[in-house]
C-alpha cells in the first residue's frame, strides 16, 4: 500500500538522512552526505502534509514541523520580503 511503502521511505529519511542538525541530500555506501536545499525541505513537508491527510499520526506531523524549522533556521527560508531565497 502507498502509505506504508510513504512510511517506509519517510523512516529512512530521519534515521539515515538527518543527522540532526540537517537534511542530507546523497545516500551511497551506507553514508549520507551533502546539505539538502530548500526544494528537499519542501517536498519532504508536503509529502508529509500528505500523509497526515491519508492518516493522520502526530509523529509524522512533528517531523514535518521540525523539518520546516529546521529549513528556517539554516536560512533557506526568507524572513522578510526584501530577503531572498538561498539555494
Known amino acids: ?3 506504508e511503502s510513504a512510511r ?3 523512516r529512512f529519511l530521519a534515521e539515515r538522512m ?6 542530507l541530500a546523497t545516500f ?7 546539505n539538502a536545499y530548500l526544494d528537499d525541505y519542501a517536498f519532504l513537508v508536503l509529502a508529509l502534509l500528505e500523509m497526515a491527510q491519508a492518516d493522520f499520526r502526530g509523529d509524522e506531523l512533528e517531523f514535518a514541523r521540525m523539518m520546516t524549522l529546521r529549513a528556517l533556521y ?6 522578510s520580503k ?6
Request: charged share 30%; aromatic share 12%; glycine share 6%.
Open 1 to 3: 500500500d502507498w502509505l
Open 8 to 10: 517506509r521511505a519517510v
Open 18 to 23: 538527518f543527522d540532526g542538525t540537517r537534511l
Open 28 to 34: 551511497k555506501d551506507e553514508r549520507a552526505q551533502l
Open 74 to 79: 539554516l536560512g533557506h527560508i526568507p524572513k
Open 82 to 87: 526584501s530577503e531572498s531565497y538561498s539555494f
